[in-house]
Antibody
Framework: VQLLESGGGSVQPGGSLRLSCAAS????????MSWVRQGPGKGLEWVSG????????YYADSVKGRFTISRDNLKNTLYVQMNSLRSEDTAVYYC??????????????WGQGTLVTVSS | EIVLTQSPGTLSLSPGERATLSCRAS???????LAWYQQKPGQAPRLLIY???SRATGIPDRFSGSGSRTDFTLTISRLEPEDFAVYYC?????????FGGGTKVEIK
């Protein structure tokens, strides 16, 4: 299993970024996926999740209305579109795979993370 | 939203000692959907325990989880040098899937 995030970088407050997570080594379309972030020196914060089909999406209150999670099961890729970025969105963003199929599962594989810095 | 509170914030112990980490939920965790992760500096989290007490693949049996409803515990029976890290609990039974603030296990 390999998860490779990309798309991080520096952006000004109010700006946008799209992160991608390329998955390999498993049947991507069979597993829900999540984005989890970690601010500098801080703990883990669950950001968003998406079902295996992409039909159901979930968000933390802190990003609801600003972030949009999606997936392309033909390209084995997970995305998050991040708009109206704020300084508090500065973090390493990890994509993570559900450990099992179904609605309720922890995350057993994680990418190496991509850094997003929001600053003027 | 279920708030998870981990204690203590830092645990200072010596190799070979027993570590007991607590995770308390603000409301009952659905069907014991509680997981524990280990994170070392510069690394992604690693799943240790799921379903309150089931060890993930490859996790040594010195790691054990217990608890129910609102009170959960991760126990490391005898600390090995590689166990010094930060540990997070997470509930995944309801959205948002919240994490606790973490417990750092450091070498005394």
């Amino acid at each position: 299993v390999q998860l490779l995030e990309s798309g991080g970088g520096s952006v000004q407050p109010g700006g946008s970024l799209r992160l991608s997570c390329a998955a390999s080594g498993f049947t991507f379309s069979s597993y829900a996926m999540s984005w989890v972030r970690q601010g500098p020196g801080k703990g883990l914060e669950w950001v968003s999740g998406i079902s295996d089909s992409g039909g159901s999406t979930y968000y933390a209150d802190s990003v609801k209305g600003r972030f949009t999670i999606s997936r392309d099961n033909l390209k084995n890729t997970l995305y998050v579109q991040m708009n109206s970025l704020r300084s508090e969105d500065t973090a390493v963003y990890y994509c993570a795979k559900a450990a099992a199929s179904g609605s309720f599962s922890p995350n057993d594989y994680w990418g190496q993370g991509t850094l997003v810095t929001v600053s003027s | 939203e279920i708030v998870l509170t981990q204690s203590p914030g830092t645990l200072s112990l010596s190799p070979g000692e027993r570590a007991t980490l607590s995770c308390r939920a603000s409301q009952s965790v659905s069907s014991s959907y509680l997981a524990w992760y280990q994170q070392k500096p510069g690394q992604a989290p690693r799943l240790l325990i799921y379903g309150t007490s089931s060890r993930a693949t490859g996790i040594p049996d010195r790691f054990s989880g217990s608890g129910s409803r609102t009170d959960f515990t991760l126990t490391i029976s005898r600390l090995e040098p590689e166990d010094f890290a930060v540990y997070y609990c997470q509930q995944y039974g309801s959205s948002p899937r919240t994490f606790g603030g973490g417990t750092k296990v450091e070498i005394k």
